[in-house]
């Protein structure tokens, strides 16, 4: 099958840095993918997405970069707030399927 | 909208025991699904819906059954519990082909 995995199992910014969370991903086919961050105890939280036609996209302090070459997956939080800390996962699909693969993710932890 | 709205929230079973997950969503959302989450691991699928009376499994289906009678519900049965089957379980909705909404999820102990 195929698989999404995640470079960094934890990370730990200052409260006021940006914050850079990698993916890669393994299906040259897939061509819709989503960021989701998980707070202890709930359920996973839509951030943002994007799609294979684009290589950016911004959203409220959040950006997704897309890499199609190397097949890489970033989301960049800036000026990264303590209710920021949670697991952010990435997930894949194929627009014409029907079923999203997640990476593992990463623990981010905001230190004030 | 409640989005997408599961019960229990917790559950304990003992092995050999059987329950049914409950997920709804108001969303008139035609992809539904399930997953499983595990320490250290991602989200795996269980099964999945793209609409009323259609269902088909993913990635670890054994072990449990789901059918979708309706587009708002999309139940998930446990036919014998056993201890393998502790985790977390979460359903998702969506309109296919977009991002997935997900539920608060359903903690489940098998003893």
């Known amino acids: 099958g195929e698989s999404v995995g995640l470079h960094l199992p934890t990370l730990s910014v200052q409260e006021g840095d940006n914050s850079i969370i990698n993916c890669a991903y393994s299906?040259?086919?897939?061509?819709?993918f989503i960021w989701y961050k998980q707070e202890s105890g709930k359920g996973p939280q839509f951030i943002i997405d994007?799609?294979?036609?684009?290589d950016k996209r911004q959203g409220q302090r959040v950006t997704v970069l897309l890499n199609k070459t190397v097949k890489h997956l970033s989301l960049q939080i800036a000026a990264t707030q303590p209710g920021d800390s949670a697991v952010y996962f990435c997930a894949e699909n194929m627009i014409t399927g029907n079923q999203f693969y997640f990476g593992t993710g990463t623990s981010l932890t905001v230190i004030p | 909208n409640a989005g997408v709205t599961q019960t229990p929230k917790f559950q304990v079973l003992k092995t050999g025991q059987s329950m049914t997950l409950q997920c709804a969503q108001d969303m008139n959302h035609e992809y539904m699904s399930w997953y499983r989450q595990d320490p250290g691991m991602g989200l795996r699928l269980i099964h999945y819906s793209v609409g009323a009376g259609i269902t088909d499994q993913g990635e670890v289906p054994n072990g449990y059954n789901v059918s979708r009678s309706t587009t708002e519900d999309f139940p998930l049965r446990l036919l014998s519990a056993a201890p393998s089957q502790t985790s977390v379980y979460f359903c998702?909705?969506?309109?296919?082909?977009?991002?997935?909404?997900f539920g608060p999820g359903t903690r489940l102990l098998v003893l």
């Open positions: 299906n040259s086919a897939s061509d819709y």
């Open positions: 994007i799609r294979s036609n684009m």
């Open positions: 998702a909705s969506s309109i296919r082909g977009m991002a997935q909404y």
